[in-house]
């Protein structure tokens, strides 16, 4: 694991900036402190750059538009990531703030304000990095973990596949993760911002409404946050109506193809937290259903 110094000593050479504070908060990010500015350098595994460029272009179109955002710090010859430690070390600014909590209603209201400001912000902009979604497929090996779990995937996306058929869509830059972690808020200044844009793609808007709504704990429980997005996104009411309980239940049968890889996996030391969200996110696809 690379260390404080190593940080900081790239930083110097590749950033020009000498940081007095540069401390790890995990094994691949550490935070910089330069003066009242604060910064966050993340290290990538090299094989996902495209998919870390695409995100930090996303990023710094947000931020040049006034949306806030961790924008990227690009190096002093311009490149918005270096090699270091056998991956690519890319820095950006730090938004102040903690995460918001799913239970809060108010939380919930940023949450959906943000996702949709930020997905209005994106609006007409597009990048050749930028991946379209890659959509689930229902025909790998470790589905067959359980007797359920394929037919059960398998019913998710077929249902998506004939919603973006059938269906009047609104596509656009999803940020791909919106969990409450991605999002910032400032209780002394009030201010907020989204983060974290690697998983950024291209695809329907619904999809990131979707996967929040998910985080939130479900339909029922996440009122407040569908009621902001549509207050401040691109998204109509009806579209929302008819898309998301299925993309829901897409995003849910996401959740169940990653614990069933992980479980078949050979190297897994201890699958009992897996089989114990594998049934818990089988629990809330049949909320979904009761609640759609």
Not at 21 to 35: L, M
Not at 80 to 105: E, K, N, Q, T, Y
Not at 150 to 160: C, G, I
Not at 241 to 249: F, G, I, S, T
């Amino acid at each position: 694991m690379a260390t404080d110094e190593q940080v900081r000593s790239v930083f110097r050479t590749q950033w020009h900036q000498i940081a007095p504070q540069c401390t790890a908060v995990s094994p691949s990010t550490w935070r910089i402190s330069v003066g009242d500015q604060r910064f966050l350098a993340s290290l990538i595994p090299a094989i996902q750059q495209t998919r870390l460029m695409a995100g930090l272009c996303v990023a710094e179109h947000l931020a040049r538009v006034g949306f806030p955002t961790g924008a990227p710090v690009r190096a002093a010859d311009g490149a918005f990531s270096v090699p270091f430690d056998g991956g690519l070390l890319a820095v950006v600014r730090d938004v102040p703030g903690r995460p918001l909590d799913p239970a809060d209603p108010l939380d919930q209201q940023w949450w959906g304000d943000l996702l949709g400001a930020a997905h209005r912000a994106l609006t007409g902009f597009s990048h050749p990095r930028l991946a379209r979604l890659a959509w689930l497929g229902a025909d790998g090996p470790h589905l067959s973990i359980a007797p359920w779990v394929r037919p059960t995937v398998l019913a998710a996306v077929s249902a998506a596949t004939r919603l973006t058929v059938t269906d009047q869509l609104t596509y656009g830059v999803l940020h791909g993760d919106p969990a409450p972690e991605a999002f910032r808020i400032d209780p002394d200044t009030g201010r907020t911002g989204l983060v974290d844009w690697r998983a950024a793609a291209t695809g329907p808007l619904v999809y990131d409404l979707a996967a929040a709504v998910g985080y939130a704990g479900g339909l029922a429980a996440a009122t407040e946050l569908v009621d902001g997005y549509l207050a401040a996104g691109p998204v109509a009411p009806d579209e929302a109506d008819a898309a998301l309980p299925v993309l829901l239940r897409y995003r849910l049968a996401e959740r169940l193809d990653g614990y069933a890889r992980r479980i078949a996996a050979p190297d897994t030391a201890d699958a009992g937290p897996d089989w114990a969200g594998l049934e818990a996110t089988r629990d809330a696809i049949e909320l979904v259903d009761k609640e759609a």
